[in-house]
């Protein structure tokens, strides 16, 4: 076992403080022999000679720190050889007031140097600063030099924010890797995106494509660790999307190793590289704040998400077509309205099968013969009945007939091939479009002019793992700087259709689905309904819900899906409006009607008794409509129980509590010095009386959702 002396011999160090700005203490440095802090009301950063780093969370007279110190963060593999030895120079640290996007700073400078391959001297400059506006995260930036232009080195990987981490350094009792973690690949196998750490934990949480292990690429690049103690998160803040890796494994030791790693193609190393700028952050509680602050950095960088107002169709229930299948007919949907308007559903989504090949989106003859008109037609007959209507695409990517009128369009790869997979897209039927080409952006202006504005759909489900991200485009004709191009363009793709939807109609419903996988963060300033995405257990839908929360904001319009998936019961429908959610359904009138594979997969046919369910459970969701409320992060998901979510709504606060069966006590948290009702909303029943905060002996099976009643002297 490796020593952890970094962690001890600091803290008794005496340090000499040097004094902020005078306009208020955003941060201080503190410089020893051999160790320089840096430091805010929340957070302690502090490096050793080699620029070896560990990072503290402040809780109260507490220093809380999961780092298993002595590792390099920063550094880069030039030509093989990992360049991490490098040794602070005294003489040219620097400290400096700051204002920048981000607000009112202080930034730090350390410089050292090291040797490299073939002789060379490689100096690293690290810049890390910290803000008032997010106290709890520091930004690093690097730099390195070949400082003496030494030919025939090749950059082939830079490392960023590597540390590995232990849980008994606050949690004596526990293992070295007892942590929850949440990760951002996008994974085929629609694995949880938040769950615990095991002993032989291995995740690579690559952000591109690779279909070759099932990852349609895009996601968060974000690690978000945490256990009962302390919190830690590391993140990339470039403002493009890049093929980098966040991979996260427990070593041999029992320790968790988590980094970003960027591996580059081609990239001579002649004088200055510039890594990509990340995060490193710290909170208590689980991920939601680490992303909340995430969330508020990249808002400074341009990713602003759309805030929906509370009366917005946005958070109506939904009622999707795909219970039909891709071969629906005009007829099942206009016969299904009535009882879609019985049951309080205001929007009707036509999904998937309204074309004839995706990519190539022309209506079908046999569903619309006249082609616009009746699209139009079919429209305006929604919209007389008070419905709105969503329409199912799959952006930047081409069937048959758009390949042969614009082959100048396509991606393709090193050997100037089209660029598929084998999942949605075949040789003969479509390939992907490079989205960096601009007649391409403008494509999806026109087809987004055409289906909003003139056959009237109120809004896009756009759908398929495809939308996540591109892989890198190598056609010449492109002309691109480099190849990386098309993976930065993608967002601009969805910018140019929300803005375009948008402006044809303020109230337009944009749903994202990207069919299981982390929904990529660069898009999401451009849609306003997330969605839990072909969840596979109600476990899903409901952290999931946290997390877009998180990201998106506490009144984001989060779409449960639709409550037939997997296996359908009652609790599905507590499951998504107990956590601010939207319900959705893919109901059919008769058995025959729901398409044979969802048959079997999970039924849609409204018998009696999922009518009786229906009726009571939309009635409840129009109700309280808790879905435009203010999500409140009062608990940890992972080690609260029961699991616990908490939804404001004006002044009233919704609790939902989860757990196979439950007997025992509840803890209502966040209610102020006063007398109040506890009352089951479903079951419209009192379950007991409460003076502030506090806990209420109950028992329940799969949920219970109540609400706290001031009670009016």
């Known amino acids: 076992m490796v020593k952890n002396s970094f962690h001890y011999f600091l803290l008794p160090l005496l340090l000499l403080a040097v004094s902020c700005s005078e306009k208020g203490k955003v941060a201080s440095f503190s410089k020893g022999d051999n160790v320089f802090s840096f430091e805010n009301s929340s957070l302690k950063i502090v490096f050793d000679q080699k620029t070896n780093c560990n990072v503290y969370r402040k809780s109260g007279d507490k220093l809380l720190s999961v780092i298993h110190a002595g590792e390099q963060p920063h550094y880069l593999v030039i030509n093989g050889e990992a360049v991490k030895d490098f040794t602070v120079d005294k003489e040219k640290i620097k400290l400096t007031d700051i204002e920048t996007n981000y607000g009112r700073g202080k930034r730090l400078q350390l410089s050292g140097t090291a040797d490299g391959p073939l002789g060379s001297v490689i100096e690293k400059t690290l810049f890390v600063e910290l803000y008032e506006s997010f106290p709890n995260a520091a930004l690093f930036r690097v730099e390195y030099r070949n400082t003496d232009s030494t030919p025939g080195l090749f950059i082939e990987k830079e490392v960023n924010n590597s540390f590995t981490l232990d849980a008994t350094l606050v949690k004596q009792d526990s293992s070295r890797h007892s942590f929850w973690i949440l990760q951002g690949g996008s994974y085929d196998s629609r694995p949880d995106w938040i769950l615990p750490v095991s002993k032989d934990f291995s995740a690579e949480n690559y952000q591109g494509q690779n279909w070759k292990v099932s990852e349609s690429g895009g996601g968060l690049p974000l690690l978000d660790v945490w256990n009962e103690e302390t919190g830690f998160f590391i993140g990339s803040v470039r403002d493009k999307p890049t093929l980098l890796s966040l991979p996260a494994r427990v070593n041999a030791e029992g320790y968790l190793e988590i980094s970003i790693q960027y591996n580059r193609e081609d990239v001579e190393f002649e004088e200055v590289y510039r890594a990509i700028p990340t995060v490193v952050g ?243 300033p451009y849609y306003n309904q997330p969605i839990s995405s072909d969840p596979n257990t109600p476990w899903q839908t409901r952290h999931r819900a946290k997390v877009l929360k998180a990201l998106m904001g506490p009144r984001a319009a989060y779409l449960g899906d639709m409550v037939e998936r997997r296996v359908y019961k009652e609790s599905n429908f507590a499951t998504m409006v107990g956590v601010g959610g939207i319900p959705e359904t893919m109901f059919t009138l008769t058995e025959e009607d729901n398409f044979h594979i969802l048959r079997k997969k999970f039924p849609g046919y409204l018998n009696p008794q999922k009518k009786k369910d229906f009726t009571k459970w939309f009635y409840l969701y129009q109700k309280f409509k808790l879905s435009n409320g203010e999500y409140m992060n009062l608990y940890d998901i992972a080690y609260d129980k029961p699991e616990t979510h908490v939804i404001k709504k004006e002044t009233i606060l919704y609790f939902a509590f989860y757990a196979p069966v439950w007997d025992g006590d509840i803890e209502l948290r966040g209610l102020e010095n006063k007398d109040y009702v506890i009352e089951d909303y479903v079951n419209n029943k009192e379950i007991g009386r409460i003076k502030g905060s506090g806990k209420l002996k109950v028992h329940f099976e799969e949920f219970l959702l109540v609400r706290a009643l001031p009670i009016k002297n």
Request: hydrophobic share 35%; proline share 6%.
């Open 282 to 524: 710290v909170h208590g509680g689980d991920f939601y704040d680490g992303l909340k602050t995430y969330k508020n950095i990249m808002e400074k960088n341009g990713f602003k998400m759309i805030e929906p107002d509370s009366s917005s169709s946005v958070y109506d229930a939904v009622f999707c077509a795909w219970g039909f299948g891709p071969n629906f007919t005009k007829e099942q949907i206009i016969d299904i309205l009535p009882q879609v308007e019985e049951l309080g559903l205001k929007v009707v989504t036509i999904d998937m099968g309204w074309f004839y090949i995706n990519g190539d989106y022309r209506p079908r003859d046999n569903i619309f013969p006249a082609g616009a008109a009746d699209m139009k037609k079919f429209t305006d007959s929604l919209h007389e009945k008070g419905l709105k209507a969503k329409l199912w695409i799959t952006p930047n990517i081409a069937g048959p007939e758009l390949m042969k009128e614009h082959p100048e369009w396509l991606l393709r790869d090193k050997d100037g091939k089209l660029l598929k997979h084998g999942i949605y897209l075949t040789a003969d039927s479509a390939a992907y479009l490079c989205p960096a080409v601009k007649e391409v952006q403008e494509y999806h202006r026109q087809l987004t002019e055409t289906m909003i504005g003139e056959w009237g759909y109120d809004g896009f489900k756009i759908d398929q793992s495809l939308v996540n991200s591109v892989g890198r485009c190598y056609a010449e004709s492109h002309n691109h700087d480099y190849p990386e191009e098309s993976v930065e363009a993608l967002p601009e793709i969805y910018k140019i259709m929300a803005e375009t939807a948008l402006s044809i109609k303020p109230d337009a419903i944009l749903e994202v689905c990207p069919c299981g996988m982390f929904p990529d963060f660069y898009k999401m």
